[in-house]
C-alpha cells in the first residue's frame, strides 16, 4: 500500500505536459499550491480515462515519467538526503552516479502502481507559506473508498527553474527517509561505491521484471 502511494506522489506531474492546456502551462512564477492542485487533479483524470494506463502498458508509464515528471523534481536534492551525511564524502562523480542511480530506482520501483488508481479523491489542505519562503508544504490527503483517508505533504523549494518537488511524506513517512537507513548500512559495509552497485543492480532486476 505504501508503494502505491509513493507512486502517486511521483505520478502527481505527470500531467504537466500530458493534459494541461498550453493556457494553464506551469512556469517559474506558478504558486506552488497551485501547481500541486492543478496537476493532481489532472493526473488523476488521466489515470481514469487512459486505456494504455490502465492495461498495464509499463513502457509508457516509464517513458512519462522520464520525460514528463522527472524535471519537476530536485532528484539531487532528494538524493543527498537519502544519503545523509556520506554526501559530503562523495566526490562529484559519485554523487552523479548516485543521483542517477536513486532517479532510476524511485521511477521503476513505482512505476506499476500508477495504472492501479481510479477512484482516489484528494482533498487539498489549506496551504501557509509567508512572503519569500524558499521552502514549504503542500498538504493533501487521499481519500479512498472504504478506507482511512492518508495523508500526502509534498515538500517543495523554490529554484530559478520553478518550484520543485523534494520530498513526499506519506502517512508521516518521509519517501527519502525511508531510505536513509538501507542506505547507511550499505555505505558502512560497502562503501559509496558499494551502494551506488547496490542500487543499480536493483534497477536492473527491476529491469528485468
Same mark, same amino acid.
Given at each position: 500500500? @505504501?508503494? @502505491?502511494?509513493?507512486?502517486?506522489?511521483?505520478?502527481?506531474?505527470?500531467?504537466?505536459?500530458?493534459?494541461?492546456?498550453?493556457?494553464?502551462?506551469? *512556469?517559474?512564477?506558478?504558486?506552488? *499550491?497551485?501547481?500541486?492542485?492543478?496537476?493532481?487533479?489532472?493526473?488523476?483524470?488521466?489515470?481514469?480515462?487512459?486505456?494504455?494506463?490502465? %492495461?498495464?502498458?509499463? +513502457?509508457? /508509464?516509464? &517513458?512519462?515519467?522520464?520525460?514528463? /515528471?522527472?524535471?519537476?523534481?530536485?532528484?539531487?536534492?532528494?538524493? %543527498?538526503?537519502?544519503?545523509?551525511? *556520506?554526501?559530503? #564524502?562523495?566526490?562529484? &562523480?559519485?554523487?552523479?552516479?548516485?543521483? &542517477?542511480?536513486?532517479?532510476?530506482?524511485?521511477?521503476?520501483?513505482? %512505476? $506499476? +502502481?500508477?495504472?492501479?488508481?481510479?477512484?482516489?479523491?484528494?482533498?487539498?489542505?489549506?496551504?501557509? +507559506?509567508?512572503?519569500?519562503?524558499?521552502?514549504? @508544504?503542500?498538504?493533501?490527503?487521499?481519500?479512498?473508498?472504504?478506507?482511512?483517508?492518508?495523508?500526502?505533504?509534498?515538500?517543495?523549494? $523554490?529554484?530559478?527553474?520553478?518550484?520543485?518537488?523534494?520530498?513526499?511524506? /506519506?502517512?508521516?513517512?518521509?519517501?527519502?527517509?525511508?531510505?536513509?537507513?538501507?542506505?547507511? *548500512?550499505? !555505505?558502512?559495509?560497502?562503501?559509496?561505491?558499494?551502494? !551506488?552497485? %547496490?542500487?543499480? #543492480?536493483?534497477?536492473?532486476?527491476? &529491469?528485468?521484471?
Amino acid at each position: 500500500m @505504501k508503494g @502505491k502511494l509513493f507512486a502517486m506522489c511521483l505520478s502527481a506531474l505527470t500531467a504537466l505536459a500530458l493534459y494541461v492546456p498550453a493556457a494553464r502551462a506551469v *512556469d517559474a512564477s506558478t504558486p506552488p *499550491d497551485q501547481l500541486v492542485r492543478d496537476v493532481t487533479t489532472d493526473v488523476l483524470n488521466i489515470l481514469r480515462t487512459d486505456q494504455n494506463l490502465q %492495461s498495464g502498458d509499463n +513502457a509508457k /508509464v516509464v &517513458e512519462l515519467i522520464n520525460a514528463k /515528471v522527472l524535471p519537476h523534481f530536485n532528484f539531487r536534492r532528494m538524493t %543527498s538526503l537519502a544519503v545523509g551525511k *556520506d554526501w559530503r #564524502s562523495a566526490t562529484a &562523480e559519485q554523487q552523479s552516479r548516485l543521483t &542517477e542511480a536513486f532517479r532510476t530506482l524511485l521511477v521503476r520501483t513505482y %512505476s $506499476n +502502481a500508477l495504472t492501479q488508481y481510479r477512484n482516489e479523491i484528494i482533498d487539498f489542505k489549506p496551504f501557509r +507559506a509567508n512572503a519569500g519562503d524558499k521552502q514549504v @508544504k503542500v498538504g493533501t490527503e487521499a481519500r479512498q473508498p472504504g478506507g482511512q483517508p492518508i495523508p500526502i505533504d509534498y515538500m517543495l523549494e $523554490n529554484s530559478p527553474q520553478g518550484w520543485k518537488v523534494f520530498d513526499v511524506v /506519506v502517512a508521516g513517512v518521509s519517501l527519502v527517509t525511508n531510505y536513509r537507513g538501507n542506505f547507511a *548500512d550499505e !555505505i558502512r559495509t560497502k562503501g559509496i561505491d558499494g551502494l !551506488i552497485a %547496490s542500487i543499480e #543492480s536493483k534497477n536492473q532486476s527491476l &529491469e528485468k521484471k
